[in-house]
Every structure is written in structure tokens, then in C-alpha cells.
């Protein structure tokens, strides 16, 4: 392999311009090298073995580019500059090093440009630094994405070289690079006005004077999410939204924002389409009911609220009022949110179509009632979460409107939700084929079975994991009433199915794809009848944690390899290493996990 070296003419990125003309022309003719290397080469460059390079001898890779214009020259023939970027490059861990950042940088340009480059974390005392960043700035000017994800040596003259040799830059994504503050980020803002995404994440030096600069230059930005950038406040955001006026995705989560920032989303935000609010402590109802009553998010179909106290019953209904087109909902952690709020909202609300609620402890089977009410007819999927306040002895029996709509229901680890709450939806919801019930061990067979009688059509996936109650009885109902269409089934955790189940299953659903039996009380012939079965379409299969399956259900498993895509024996005790070995060799194109 030959092996090419960055010799350490320069100490730092910001001496490089002022070297000698004797020292431009050695680094011009080393970057030639390296473009003169063939497509193999350059494989070789990359592989791991070139990691050496950068051990003992880490002084040797920092890169004297010398002036623009000669290490442009050096680098012509391989990068020209209507290059169009076809290319995408990922580095991660020990990979992300300056001199496979270099090799890329030269040698990509002949096979159509590097246009995408992803570094998914560094080497702390040798990872990506400035002078890697600057050489991907000379020689690939067609990059259009660029993400830096846990980089702790990249500074602002690395971002800034980017922003100068990649004008056509269109997403920048930050996270976890505590040296890139508002020099960096301003240099992309002045350089680089094609820039339509922008996501920030602990970036500690990031302020609201990079803000400024975007919102003032990239007036065609239209995503923007900042993420634990504690020096970034109103001033900053709002000057974004009153700049660019094709925003459409919004996401601001553990900033120090106030009520004057979301009055300005709602101001400006004529555009917006999806918004996220997380975690905005010092956002009161008084914000929430600015941006709903200025009716400037006309377009917004997808609202995300989560750890916000500001969003009470009363703001709640407000943003249901002035987002007419509002289709996807989805609130975590909003401990003021009682029933009358949900009520309220979904009420006027009239476009709603997804509802997610999650870890609301205030909300009760009254305000699942009042969902029902008010949205039959247009609800498709419904999403309960972790919502204490659900419980069967709140129940209210009371006559609900048959909802013909409503495709996915979702309800998991409600500790209080019951059979009498699953029989009451089997009667409002009867062309359900989505059905999720993970972590509720209050449901039974009885329960299941009176929502499926209820039903007009067949159930294509079914996800009952956790439920340590259901027994072979509620199987047989499921397979009976919705087997030829049955795709996904899941039953991890639920003991008390045994091989019975598996041969009404090989039976009935011959659709089946996706298949989970973990830890449940399944033998060896049971495995057997689901496997023998003559119309056999599965291609996932978990058996972990299946204490009872032992080395004699393996062979008819291998024989598995031509439709099996990916198959779990983990925590399966009853099976030996040497009988694990022959599995993976047999189903070599499988995914395979073993213990």
C-alpha cells in the first residue's frame, strides 16, 4: 500500500496562510500525490491499517494547505467545481481522523464529488480536527450536508473553512461540539446563504450573535432545531423567524426561551408546517395563548408538547382554535393538562386525525370518553401512554358514537386500564387493524375477546407484549377472526402461551411476517408445527428467552434460510454453543443474535 504523509509544516490553521512559497509548493505536491492514487489506493488509504499514521506520530498529519489558490491548482484534477456531489462519506469513532478526511477530500472529486459527510464521533486525542475540516473546504466544494456529531477538537476555523470552500452548503448539523461558537456559525451565515437546515445540539459557545447572522443571510432556512444551547435566548430565535419567511419545521427544546418567542412563532410562523416544544421551563400559559391568538399558524399540521407547564386547559384550547389544519398532536408530560382541556380541544380541533398522549397523570377514562365523543368520525390513531389516570373503577358507562375511522389504537403501560376500558373501545373503534396493548397486565382473554367481537375487519399487526394474563384462548380469537391478514404478532412476556398457540397459528396465518415468543412457554414442538407449516411466510422470529426450546428445534429452523431475515435466540439456555455455530453458518444471510 502506499503511504502517503501530511508533513507538519505549519502548527496551527491559522499560521497556514503565512508560510513560505518553498513550503505551499511541498504540501501542493503531496495533495497531488495523493489525488494521483488509484480508486484502490484510495481504498487502502481508508482502510483501517492507515489508522498507524496517526499514533506516535500524530504531529505528522496536521496539513500546511498554503494559499487558496495553489492548493486549489493541486487539487483541480480530481475536484472540479461543478463537481455535483453524489457522493456520501461516514466516519465514525477511530475512523474520524484528519487523514482519511484529507484522502476523501482528494480523491472523491473523480467519482462525482463528495455531497454528504457524516462524522458520528471522534477520537478525543486524535480525532477530527481543524486542519481535516480544512481540507474537506479546499477540496469539495459540491458538499451539501454536512454532520458533526460528538467532534471536541473542531473550532470555529474549521466550520469557517467549510463555509468558504462549500458555498452550496444546504443542512448543517451540530451536536456535541463544545469549540464551534458564533465565529463559526457566522461564517456559514455570510458564505453560504443556499443553507435550508440548520439542527443545533450542546453546542456551548453558540449565542444568539450566530443567530442574528443566520436569520439576517439564510433567509431561505427552512428547518431549525436548537437542542441544550443554553447560551441561545429569545433574542436569537426571534430573530430567525422575522427573517426567514419560508420556515416550516421548528423544534426548540431546553432553551431559555420565554413567552416572547413563542408570541413571535406565532406572528411569524405563517409557514410552519411541524413544531416541537420540549422541555421550555420558562414558558408560561400567558406564551401559549400569545401564539394561538395572533391565528398565524394556519399551516401548522404536526404540534409536539412535552415537560411544557405553560400548556394548561385553557392555552391548550386556544392553539386547537387557530391551528385549523392541525392533524398530529402529540403531549408528553404536561402535568396541567386535566380532562376538561382534552375535552375542550378536541373539540374544536376539527382536523385531527393522530392524538398521542403520554405521562398526563391528570387525565382519566372521562377525558378518554370526551376524546371519543368528539373526534368519531375523523381520529385514526390514538396513542395512550403511561397515563396513571386511567383506571377501570373510574369508568362511566355511557353511551360513545361508533367511530369508523380510527385504524391504530395504542394504549401501553396504563397500570389501570382493564378489560371493562378494552370492551368499551372494541365497541366505538370496529375497523381497528393496528392493535398495541404493551405493558398492560390488567387485560385478560376476556377482554380481548370482547373487542374482537365487536370487530369488522381483520387485525393486521397485534402487539401484546407484556400482557401476563393472556393465555391460548385470546390466540385462538386473534387467529380465527384475523388470520389471513395477520402480519405482525407480538408476545413477548406472555407466559402463558403455549405450543397450542403456535399450531393454530401455523394454520390460520399463513401472512404472518413477524413473529415474538419471547419468554413464552413454547417447546420444541411447537416450534415444529409453526415451522412445518406448508404456507410459511415468516421472516422474523424471537425465541429469547424460550427456557423450554433445546438443540432438537434447530435443524428445522436452518431450513428457514431462504425466507428468515432475522431470528433472536438469545437467553435460550436449553440450546449448546456448537448447535448456535451451525445455525449461523446455515443462516449466513439471517441476522442473527445469540447469547
Same mark, same amino acid.
Given at each position: 500500500?502506499?503511504?502517503?504523509?501530511?508533513?507538519?509544516?505549519?502548527?496551527?490553521?491559522?499560521?497556514?496562510?503565512?508560510?513560505?512559497?518553498?513550503?505551499?509548493?511541498?504540501?501542493?505536491?503531496?495533495?497531488?500525490?495523493? &489525488?494521483?492514487?488509484?480508486?484502490?489506493?484510495?481504498?487502502?488509504?481508508?482502510?483501517?491499517?492507515?489508522?498507524?499514521?496517526?499514533?506516535?506520530?500524530?504531529?505528522?498529519?496536521?496539513?500546511?494547505?498554503?494559499?487558496? =489558490?495553489?492548493?486549489?491548482?493541486?487539487?483541480?484534477?480530481?475536484?472540479?467545481?461543478?463537481?455535483?456531489? /453524489?457522493?456520501?462519506?461516514?466516519?465514525?469513532?477511530?475512523?474520524?481522523?484528519?487523514?482519511?478526511?484529507?484522502?476523501?477530500?482528494? +480523491?472523491?472529486?473523480?467519482?462525482?464529488?463528495?455531497?454528504?459527510?457524516?462524522?458520528?464521533?471522534?477520537?478525543?486525542?486524535?480525532?477530527?480536527?481543524?486542519?481535516?475540516?480544512?481540507?474537506?473546504?479546499?477540496?469539495?466544494?459540491?458538499?451539501?450536508?454536512?454532520?458533526?456529531?460528538?467532534?471536541?477538537?473542531?473550532?470555529?476555523?474549521?466550520?469557517?473553512?467549510?463555509?468558504?470552500?462549500?458555498?452550496?452548503?444546504?443542512?448543517?448539523?451540530? %451536536?456535541?461540539?463544545?469549540?464551534?461558537?458564533?465565529?463559526?456559525?457566522?461564517?456559514?451565515?455570510?458564505?453560504?446563504?443556499? $443553507?435550508?437546515?440548520? /439542527?443545533?445540539?450542546?453546542?456551548?459557545?453558540?449565542?444568539?450573535?450566530?443567530?442574528?447572522?443566520?436569520?439576517?443571510?439564510?433567509?431561505?432556512?427552512?428547518?431549525?432545531?436548537?437542542?441544550?444551547?443554553?447560551?441561545?435566548?429569545?433574542?436569537?430565535?426571534? !430573530?430567525?423567524? !422575522? /427573517?426567514?419567511?419560508?420556515?416550516?419545521?421548528?423544534?426548540?427544546?431546553?432553551?431559555?426561551?420565554?413567552?416572547?418567542?413563542?408570541? &413571535?412563532?406565532?406572528?411569524?410562523?405563517?409557514?410552519?408546517?411541524?413544531?416541537?416544544?420540549?422541555?421550555?421551563?420558562?414558558?408560561?400559559?400567558?406564551?401559549?395563548?400569545?401564539?394561538?391568538?395572533?391565528?398565524?399558524?394556519?399551516?401548522?399540521?404536526?404540534?409536539?408538547?412535552?415537560?411544557?407547564?405553560?400548556?394548561?386547559?385553557?392555552?391548550?384550547?386556544?392553539?386547537?382554535?387557530? +391551528?385549523?389544519?392541525?392533524?398530529?398532536?402529540?403531549?408528553?408530560?404536561?402535568?396541567?393538562?386535566?380532562?376538561?382541556?382534552?375535552?375542550?380541544?378536541?373539540?374544536?380541533?376539527? !382536523?385531527?386525525?393522530?392524538?398521542?398522549?403520554?405521562?398526563?397523570?391528570?387525565? *382519566?377514562?372521562?377525558?378518554?370518553?370526551?376524546?371519543?365523543?368528539? @373526534?368519531?368520525?375523523?381520529?385514526?390513531?390514538?396513542? #395512550?401512554?403511561? +397515563?396513571?389516570?386511567?383506571?377501570?373503577?373510574?369508568?362511566?358507562?355511557?353511551?360513545?358514537?361508533?367511530?369508523?375511522?380510527?385504524?391504530?389504537?395504542?394504549?401501553?403501560?396504563?397500570?389501570?386500564?382493564?378489560?371493562?376500558?378494552?370492551?368499551?373501545?372494541?365497541?366505538?373503534?370496529?375497523?381497528?387493524?393496528?392493535?398495541?396493548?404493551?405493558?398492560?397486565? =390488567?387485560?385478560?382473554?376476556?377482554?380481548?375477546?370482547? #373487542?374482537?367481537?365487536?370487530?369488522?375487519?381483520?387485525?393486521?399487526?397485534?402487539?401484546?407484549?407484556?400482557?401476563?394474563?393472556?393465555?391460548?384462548?385470546?390466540?385462538?380469537?386473534?387467529? /380465527?377472526?384475523?388470520?389471513?391478514? $395477520?402480519?405482525?404478532?407480538?408476545?413477548?412476556?406472555?407466559?402463558?402461551?403455549?405450543?397450542?398457540?403456535?399450531?393454530?397459528?401455523?394454520?390460520?396465518?399463513?401472512?404472518?411476517?413477524?413473529?415474538?415468543?419471547?419468554? @413464552?412457554?413454547?417447546?420444541?414442538?411447537?416450534?415444529? *408445527?409453526?415451522?412445518?407449516?406448508?404456507?410459511?411466510?415468516?421472516?422474523?422470529?424471537?425465541? !429469547?428467552?424460550?427456557?423450554?426450546?433445546?438443540?432438537?428445534?434447530?435443524?428445522?429452523?436452518?431450513?428457514?434460510?431462504?425466507?428468515?431475515?432475522?431470528?433472536? #435466540?438469545?437467553?435460550?439456555?436449553?440450546?449448546?454453543?456448537?448447535?448456535?455455530?451451525?445455525? =449461523?453458518?446455515?443462516?449466513?444471510? %439471517?441476522?442473527?443474535?445469540?447469547?
Amino acid at each position: 500500500m502506499q503511504r502517503v504523509e501530511f508533513k507538519n509544516t505549519s502548527k496551527s490553521f491559522s499560521k497556514a496562510s503565512g508560510e513560505s512559497t518553498h513550503g505551499h509548493s511541498n504540501n501542493t505536491a503531496q495533495l497531488t500525490e495523493v &489525488a494521483d492514487l488509484s480508486q484502490d489506493s484510495y481504498e487502502d488509504l481508508c482502510d483501517e491499517n492507515f489508522s498507524e499514521a496517526t499514533g506516535e506520530e500524530a504531529n505528522v498529519m496536521d496539513i500546511d494547505v498554503g494559499s487558496k =489558490g495553489t492548493a486549489e491548482r493541486g487539487m483541480s484534477t480530481k475536484q472540479p467545481g461543478w463537481a455535483p456531489g /453524489n457522493l456520501t462519506r461516514c466516519l465514525e469513532g477511530k475512523k474520524a481522523t484528519d487523514i482519511r478526511l484529507a484522502a476523501i477530500a482528494v +480523491c472523491a472529486g473523480g467519482h462525482g464529488g463528495l455531497g454528504k459527510l457524516l462524522v458520528r464521533g471522534s477520537i478525543p486525542y486524535r480525532g477530527i480536527t481543524d486542519i481535516g475540516l480544512f481540507a474537506v473546504g479546499l477540496g469539495c466544494p459540491a458538499l451539501r450536508v454536512l454532520s458533526l456529531w460528538n467532534c471536541p477538537l473542531v473550532g470555529d476555523s474549521g466550520l469557517a473553512a467549510i463555509a468558504k470552500g462549500c458555498k452550496l452548503l444546504e443542512k448543517l448539523d451540530l %451536536c456535541k461540539c463544545p469549540w464551534i461558537g458564533d465565529k463559526g456559525l457566522e461564517s456559514v451565515a455570510v458564505n453560504c446563504p443556499n $443553507l435550508l437546515t440548520l /439542527n443545533l445540539e450542546s453546542c456551548p459557545q453558540v449565542g444568539n450573535k450566530s443567530l442574528k447572522a443566520i436569520g439576517q443571510n439564510c433567509v431561505r432556512l427552512q428547518s431549525l432545531s436548537i437542542n441544550d444551547c443554553f447560551l441561545v435566548s429569545d433574542e436569537g430565535v426571534i !430573530s430567525i423567524l !422575522s /427573517n426567514t419567511k419560508t420556515l416550516m419545521k421548528l423544534k426548540l427544546q431546553a432553551v431559555r426561551l420565554t413567552d416572547i418567542t413563542l408570541a &413571535a412563532v406565532g406572528h411569524y410562523g405563517k409557514f410552519l408546517t411541524d413544531m416541537w416544544l420540549e422541555n421550555l421551563l420558562n414558558v408560561t400559559e400567558k406564551g401559549f395563548l400569545t401564539m394561538g391568538n395572533t391565528m398565524g399558524l394556519q399551516k401548522l399540521k404536526h404540534l409536539s408538547v412535552t415537560a411544557c407547564r405553560g400548556l394548561t386547559d385553557v392555552s391548550i384550547e386556544v392553539v386547537g382554535q387557530s +391551528c385549523l389544519s392541525l392533524k398530529q398532536v402529540y403531549i408528553r408530560k404536561c402535568e396541567s393538562l386535566t380532562d376538561e382541556g382534552l375535552r375542550a380541544f378536541t373539540y374544536v380541533a376539527m !382536523s385531527l386525525e393522530n392524538l398521542q398522549i403520554e405521562e398526563c397523570k391528570l387525565i *382519566s377514562c372521562c377525558g378518554l370518553i370526551d376524546v371519543l365523543s368528539n @373526534c368519531s368520525g375523523k381520529l385514526k390513531v390514538l396513542s #395512550l401512554i403511561k +397515563c396513571e389516570g386511567i383506571r377501570e373503577s373510574s369508568l362511566v358507562t355511557t353511551s360513545i358514537p361508533v367511530s369508523e375511522s380510527l385504524k391504530s389504537l395504542n394504549i401501553r403501560y396504563c397500570p389501570g386500564f382493564g378489560n371493562g376500558c378494552l370492551a368499551m373501545l372494541g365497541r366505538a373503534f370496529p375497523q381497528l387493524q393496528q392493535l398495541d396493548l404493551s405493558g398492560l397486565s =390488567g387485560i385478560s382473554d376476556d377482554g380481548l375477546l370482547a #373487542l374482537l367481537e365487536n370487530s369488522k375487519t381483520s387485525l393486521v399487526k397485534v402487539n401484546l407484549s407484556g400482557c401476563v394474563q393472556v393465555t391460548d384462548w385470546a390466540i385462538f380469537g386473534i387467529a /380465527n377472526l384475523c388470520g389471513e391478514n $395477520l402480519q405482525t404478532l407480538i408476545l413477548d412476556g406472555c407466559r402463558k402461551v403455549t405450543d397450542r398457540s403456535l399450531k393454530i397459528i401455523a394454520d390460520l396465518c399463513p401472512a404472518l411476517q413477524d413473529l415474538d415468543l419471547a419468554k @413464552c412457554g413454547i417447546t420444541d414442538n411447537g416450534i415444529f *408445527s409453526l415451522l412445518s407449516a406448508r404456507q410459511q411466510a415468516i421472516q422474523i422470529l424471537s425465541l !429469547s428467552g424460550c427456557m423450554q426450546i433445546t438443540d432438537k428445534c434447530l435443524p428445522i429452523i436452518e431450513k428457514m434460510g431462504e425466507t428468515l431475515l432475522g431470528l433472536n #435466540l438469545q437467553h435460550c439456555s436449553g440450546l449448546s454453543r456448537r448447535a448456535l455455530d451451525s445455525v =449461523g453458518a446455515h443462516l449466513w444471510r %439471517c441476522d442473527l443474535l445469540v447469547s
